[in-house]
């Protein structure tokens, strides 16, 4: 057993989980973990649970308390101490303990910073008037639920519309508050491609007071009545009781900064795959550091839950000299509101482009989340994103009331063990009429983008519908196209095809659609075998309506 010196700066997911792995591989190390709030583990993606009233107690946030450190695994927890420097020469830390107002110093053999990240609070007009809030702690969350409980507010305004906005917004309605989401980009669920996050928007419109997309908040007024105006870029207005900023984080990269470890490009720390940064002596865990994305290649910002604990765990084991690794991350997130569930993983097609990658293509499903004849199926509204030369799975969003993770983390599971679409329609997955189908979505997903690289079907893309001067077939029934169709669309339903092929044009290509895409596959194959040129708009009408949801609906005539 070795007496080493292990000083960890943070504690919940990375630093408080670095700190168990350590002991249960050094029985003999003297751990300490410093750190400046009042817990060192919390769950902190319980806290707008915690205002919503949906966990009722405080006490269920805390994951574990000094004491338990100290009970059961032998760790030294000072909270409400607060490192403001490292020495790396002398291998020591400047330590303020923030209740008594005096320093120290703390000496380490192994240093793991773990400081995580800090939510953006812009310097914008009147940003410091009351009643303006950020959410990132137990004591934030304590703060907005005795604002709500003392002042029993009627409006709210959410700054910001992805996975924490999102998630206030449904536990402020949850309290019964008129929210309004204001969000800088041009779509809720920033992360997610424009057209799957137009599935966020339809059911967020629809609990929610107004939503203002595709403009930032410009500043902050009191109004006469002691309230707030949130003044927008572009000329928006909206009063509030209540303001939640949910902008996103910073890393919290000072001290290694001020100390010349390496910071990447994004502003977190550099470290290598078993999290050391550039000082041997100092490793660096959570959301604070830098992470190389495994499909993409490039450094980014993951600030989950999930790879932190994964990297606290590595970093334990490397400063035990065992030959642990990090291996990235794809960005695999799930977030739940208002009754549906979005998880994504992977590279999205924005991504892809932003990376400089075109060898790729997306296809679009919408299947039940289990067999359509058993009572209660739910659409899945998939995308499946793989490369066009091999068919290398890159990544996949989806967005449904019912199954919805369960499918991204099959998915996911594909994308860390470098399976193929070909691997997707072959998975051998869970089936029973309650929870699946015979042909489970993934297998689906599997299917059509195989299909797609076998060359057995081209695809249509989406984004050139408006300008292409393709002949655009629908094959749906005829009561279908008449309720909704796309603009100049002709109807001839599946079954009539083969009858009435010489209306079809040879001169030029057919797109071809359905409701969701599996009878224009087959359409597409019949045509094809016909000698004509024809492509698919992959995912039908359903894929339509999302990508164009200002388009007007256009009642088809025969």
């Known amino acids: 057993m070795t007496k080493k010196r292990v000083v960890i700066v943070g504690g919940v997911a990375g630093g408080a989980t670095c700190a168990a792995r350590l002991r249960r591989l050094d029985e003999g190390a003297e751990i300490v973990v410093i750190d400046r709030g009042l817990y060192v583990s919390f769950a902190n993606c319980g806290l707008p649970y915690y205002v919503g009233n949906v966990i009722q107690e405080e006490a269920k946030l805390l994951l574990a308390t000094p004491e338990l450190f100290r009970e059961r695994f032998n760790i030294e927890v000072r909270t409400r101490n607060e490192v403001t420097a490292i020495d790396r020469q002398a291998c020591d830390v400047l330590v303020r303990d923030l209740e008594a107002g005096r320093d120290y110093r703390e000496r380490y053999d192994a240093l793991v910073l773990s400081p995580g990240a800090a939510p953006i609070r812009p310097p914008l007009p009147g940003i410091d008037h009351p009643g303006i809030f950020t959410l990132r702690t137990v004591p934030d969350s304590r703060v907005i639920r005795e604002w709500i409980e003392s002042r029993n507010p009627h409006r709210a305004v959410v700054v910001g519309g992805g996975f924490i906005g999102l998630e206030m917004a449904e536990n402020l309605v949850h309290r019964g508050l008129d929210v309004t989401i204001v969000e800088m980009a041009d779509q809720l669920m920033p992360p997610l491609d424009p057209e799957m996050a137009d599935f966020v928007r339809r059911r967020v419109a629809t609990h929610t007071d107004h939503l203002q997309l595709g403009d930032g908040v410009a500043g902050f007024e009191r109004a006469g009545d002691g309230s707030l105006i949130v003044r927008t870029g572009r000329g928006g207005s909206f009063g509030a009781d209540l303001v939640v ?163 991204i983390d099959v998915i996911s599971t594909a994308i860390q063990m470098g399976a193929t679409v070909f691997d997707l329609e072959e998975a051998e997955l869970c089936y029973a009429p309650q929870y699946g189908a015979a042909k489970d979505p993934v297998n689906l997903a599997g299917m059509i983008a195989a299909n797609v690289v076998r060359g057995d079907v081209d695809l249509a893309p989406w984004s050139e519908l408006h300008t292409a001067e393709a002949f655009i077939l629908d094959v749906r029934e005829p009561a279908e196209f008449h309720a909704g169709c796309l603009d100049g669309a002709v109807n001839i339903p599946l079954g009539q095809l083969r009858d009435r092929m010489d209306e079809l044009p040879r001169d030029r290509g057919i797109w071809v659609y359905c409701r969701v895409g599996q009878r224009a596959y087959y359409a597409c194959r019949l045509l094809r075998q016909h000698g004509f040129r024809v492509r698919n708009l992959s995912g039908g009408y359903h894929t339509y309506r999302a990508w164009y949801p200002e388009d007007r609906v256009h009642h088809g005539t025969t």
Not at 394 to 399: D, F, I, K, N, R
Request: aromatic residues 6%; positive net charge.
């Open 245 to 407: 900023l949910a902008i996103g984080v910073r890393p919290e990269s000072k001290l290694a900064r001020e100390a010349g470890l390496e910071i990447g490009e994004r502003g977190g720390i550099r470290v290598d795959p078993q999290m050391r940064t550039s000082d041997p002596r100092i490793w660096a865990v959570g959301d604070a550091v830098e992470v190389k994305n495994n499909v993409i290649g490039q450094w980014e910002l993951i600030p989950l839950a999930g790879p932190a604990n994964r990297q606290g765990r590595v970093a334990a084991e490397a400063i035990c000299g065992r030959d642990s690794r990090f291996k990235g991350v794809h960005a695999t997130a799930v977030c739940g509101f208002f009754g549906l569930t979005v998880a994504l993983t992977g590279a999205t097609e924005r991504t892809l482009r932003r990376a400089g990658i075109g060898d790729f293509e997306s296809i679009y499903l919408h299947p039940g989340h289990h067999a359509g004849y058993y009572p209660g199926a739910k659409p899945v509204h998939l995308k499946l994103v793989f490369r066009r030369s091999d068919g290398l799975v890159l990544g996949a969003q989806a967005v449904g009331e019912e199954g919805v993770e369960r499918r």
